[in-house]
């Protein structure tokens, strides 16, 4: 809150406008008061998922959802409760999410770093029509191409394995476009030209001049498409039956499930304590590359 | 480019090749040609969602990406303390799944433990409930608000970035005040960001289904088997292994979301030159 109050009075750009004071601190003040507002409603919903990890079962329903219930505070038992359920089966859906999002992602921003490159550097026919196509792909709906996929994944056999979750995750149409962007502006091709005329490879002239360039966009798509894995829901809801191969998505919705179904065991505190958990380790990426992927972002991804 | 054509091109191909077939009770699979997508046409289900997903879409996109564009214009306008925690903290739900979101949100919208029970009781007022059939789509709008206005806004505030100092020095000699100076320069610089950012978001409407899907089971008389056009095209395969119309819909749903993104695109760019 000392923020709301000190923004105005210390306005870097304040003694220069000096003939317009009367008009700027109001202003500055309703800037800052929104700016809060939406800060407010990102950050509750957060600090809700925090507190109620805290609870007990019956806790969740007799407490005030946004302060600590009374003589309880549960958060150790509650993690412990989670991981050992069910034979422990959450560490093995915490398993299963890191395989899809180490071979998904990893492939996928594998993929679109060598494509974004290609296009970005490479001058070929039908370079402009590529665009459409890969704005087209993030077009088409999840399920059109889910349904066929399945289908063709059931006869193949690959349904129910993991195989279903990384194939499909390895395209990354957005990744793509990012790393193309990002290349455009981060490799002036007169380096390129500099390092062929030495007698470079391509392939060594992507390795040893495009890649370093490329870092904070790799870094960028990388956190991307691993969000987009790590989030994945609609895939594997379609792919897995079997639960031992689900990810953490399908997991904690089958146990929200279990409320629902005749016989199940509530267990709402245990899916608000795996939320918690799961989007812990994301949090942390994000936080911890930040300097990275936030170069990445402002120095290519959406320039025209 | 293997990869590509066995997860891309091939599904598409052979969805569009299903979509021309029907399975029927007696006699099997045959041709139809394009009769499933008549169905579809004349299919009431199919233009409810069509049309709720038109609403959601008119309706929380701008307001999500309008409370983006302040809060970027609000940080890059440096007059935050702070900025870079509103930045980031901002933008943290987008390091929350779908489906945790919808959980989340689907509790505190819920009567048992929610935080509309509390207020109820709280201030002695009545808030209509959130997961009833009158409310569930702006509850389901809220969601996606929530996730998504923190990486709406760091795609802003990314383009703000890169527009020259230069610009704004020349401004304020010429004595532009900061209104002018966002309405003459900044929006018109970060419109490329806009446009792409208008694009995905329309995607993302046409696509809605993670957040009706887990809500459902919470709401079950609010949230329908034919919802959204992506629900029902589920619903249809999945449900009813009707995978021929199910693919229909699909391309349906696929062909309006690509006309929309390229008109949106083409405008976009016009206005630009």
Same mark, same amino acid.
């Given at each position: 809150m000392t923020t709301l109050q000190d923004a105005p009075a210390t306005t870097p750009a304040a003694p220069k406008k000096v003939k317009r004071y009367s008009t700027k601190p109001r202003k500055s003040i309703t800037l800052t008061l929104a700016t809060g507002v939406i800060l407010l409603y990102s950050v509750v919903p957060l600090l809700w998922l925090v507190i109620n990890a805290t609870k007990s079962r019956e806790g969740l329903t007799d407490s005030f959802g946004l302060w600590f219930a009374?003589?309880?505070?549960?958060?150790?038992?509650?993690?412990?409760?989670?991981?050992?359920?069910?034979?422990?089966?959450?560490?093995?859906?915490?398993?299963?999410?890191?395989?899809?999002?180490?071979?998904?992602?990893?492939?996928?921003?594998?993929?679109?770093v060598l494509g974004g490159y290609g296009l970005a550097k490479f001058n070929f026919p039908g370079r402009g029509?590529?665009?459409?196509?890969?704005?087209?792909?993030?077009?088409?709906?999840?399920?059109?191409?889910?349904?066929?996929?399945?289908?063709?994944?059931?006869?193949?056999?690959?349904?129910?394995?993991?195989?279903?979750?990384?194939?499909?995750?390895?395209?990354?149409?957005?990744?793509?476009? %990012?790393?193309?962007?990002?290349?455009?502006? =981060?490799?002036?091709?007169? %380096?390129?030209?500099?390092?062929?005329?030495?007698?470079?490879?391509?392939?060594?002239?992507?390795?040893?001049?495009?890649?370093?360039? %490329?870092?904070p966009g790799i870094v960028t798509v990388l956190l991307f498409t691993t969000v987009a894995t790590w989030n994945n829901y609609f895939l594997p809801l379609i792919m897995l039956k079997d639960p031992d191969w689900y990810p953490l998505t399908l997991g904690l919705n089958a146990w929200n499930a279990q409320a629902?179904?005749?016989?199940?065991?509530? *267990?709402?505190?245990?899916? *608000?304590?795996?939320?918690?958990?799961?989007?812990?380790?994301?949090?942390?990426?994000?936080?911890?590359?930040?300097?990275?992927?936030?170069?990445?972002?402002?120095?290519?991804?959406?320039?025209? | 480019m293997a990869v590509f054509a066995l997860v891309f091109l091939a599904p598409i191909a052979y969805s569009i090749y299903i979509s021309l077939f029907k399975t029927r009770l007696i006699g099997g699979t045959s041709f139809v040609g394009l009769e499933n997508y008549q169905q579809a046409l004349a299919d009431p289900n199919f233009w409810d969602g069509l049309f709720r997903v038109g609403l959601f879409l008119v309706v929380q996109v701008p307001i999500m990406l309008g409370l983006a564009l302040l809060a970027a214009l609000a940080i890059d306008s440096g007059r935050l303390h702070?900025?870079?925690?509103?930045?980031?903290?901002?933008?943290?739900?987008?390091?929350?799944?779908?489906?945790?979101?919808?959980?989340?949100?689907?509790?505190?919208?819920?009567?048992?433990?929610?935080?509309?029970?509390? *207020?109820?009781?709280a201030f002695g007022v009545n808030i209509p409930a959130p997961l009833g059939p009158d409310w569930i789509l702006a509850s389901i709008g809220n969601i996606v608000t929530w996730e998504?206005?923190?990486?709406?806004?760091?795609?802003?505030?990314?383009?703000?970035?890169?527009?020259? =100092?230069?610009?704004?020095?020349?401004?304020?000699?010429?004595?532009?005040?900061q209104f002018r100076i966002i309405r003459s320069i900044k929006l018109p610089a970060i419109r490329g960001a806009l446009v792409i950012a208008t694009i995905f978001s329309i995607i993302g409407s046409f696509q809605l289904f993670t957040?009706?899907? *887990?809500?459902?089971?919470?709401?079950?008389?609010?949230?329908?088997?034919?919802?959204?056009?992506?629900?029902y095209a589920y619903s249809l395969s999945f449900n009813g292994q009707q995978y021929n119309y199910s693919a229909t819909i699909a391309i349906i749903m696929g062909l309006v979301t690509m006309i929309i993104a390229y008109v949106i695109q083409l405008r976009g760019m016009r206005k630009g030159s």
């Open positions: 009374d003589g309880e505070f549960l958060l150790w038992d509650n993690i412990v409760s989670t991981l050992t359920y069910d034979d422990g089966i959450f560490g093995r859906w915490f398993l299963n999410t890191l395989l899809y999002v180490l071979a998904g992602a990893g492939g996928a921003t594998f993929l679109a029509g590529v665009f459409a196509v890969v704005i087209g792909a993030v077009a088409v709906p999840g399920t059109a191409l889910a349904v066929p996929t399945f289908l063709m994944f059931s006869q193949m056999g690959l349904t129910d394995t993991p195989w279903a979750i990384i194939i499909p995750s390895l395209i990354s149409p957005f990744g793509l476009y %990012l790393m193309w962007t990002f290349a455009n502006d =981060a490799i002036p091709t007169e %380096l390129l030209e500099a390092a062929r005329v030495d007698g470079s490879g391509e392939f060594r002239t992507f390795f040893q001049v495009g890649i370093p360039l %490329l870092a629902t179904t005749n016989g199940g065991e509530v *267990i709402f505190h245990l899916v *608000i304590t795996g939320s918690l958990l799961m989007i812990i380790p994301l949090i942390a990426a994000f936080l911890l590359l930040q300097r990275y992927w936030q170069s990445g972002l402002a120095a290519g991804s959406v320039k025209e | 702070g900025a870079g925690f509103f930045r980031i903290t901002i933008f943290l739900p987008y390091a929350v799944p779908a489906v945790v979101a919808a959980i989340m949100w689907g509790f505190m919208y819920g009567n048992q433990f929610g935080l509309v029970g509390n *207020i109820n009781e998504f206005v923190g990486y709406n806004m760091l795609i802003f505030y990314s383009a703000l970035r890169v527009i020259p =100092a230069s610009l704004y020095e020349a401004a304020e000699i010429d004595g532009a005040g957040e009706p899907s *887990i809500l459902q089971k919470l709401a079950p008389n609010a949230i329908t088997t034919f919802f959204t056009p992506n629900y």
